[in-house]
């Protein structure tokens, strides 16, 4: 005589797995080990690296962000003053690097607004050549946060340039 025995197995989901439970605006964020769904505009890594500067052309050390382990959001600085990822494309050998990067599109308009956008690399006289991985923006009191990925190939960098909006700021 033959029995099978079965034992059913039960799968349970970790919190926040695929961001599933967290409410809009919000996004598991791992601290210290733990993940929570919190709020980017408040939970992000400052980028206040002058060399990102759409301004800067001297390329005599080039950066690349291929080798940077990008992991949550971030808030880009040019000095003292909120910046974001230029809406246009950037020529080459700017930002630092030999292939700058910008996003295609627009920045989100509404507060708390989250947006995807196509992240491009200028090489060869083309602004189109890198296609990079797709990043997320949002809109917060009066500055952005970004979730980036990490770029395909060397020497890609993101660049940053003046706020090109004039955002809400709390009241």
Known sequence: MLILCFVPHFLFEAPCT????CASGTDCITTNGVIECLDPCDTYTVLNDTWRST????????HCDAYISWSGWYRFYLGQTSAQIPEKCVAENRCGTSAPMWINGTHPVQLNEIVT??????????????????????LCYGYYVYKLQQPSVCNL???ADEQQHQLCSPV
């Open 117 to 138: 956008r196509n992240v491009f690399g200028s090489w060869y006289g083309s602004c189109f050549y890198f296609a990079s991985n797709t990043i997320q923006i949002k």
């Open 18 to 21: 695929g961001c599933r439970c």
């Open 157 to 159: 960098a993101y660049c």
């Open 55 to 62: 301004e800067n052309t001297d390329y005599s050390y080039i």
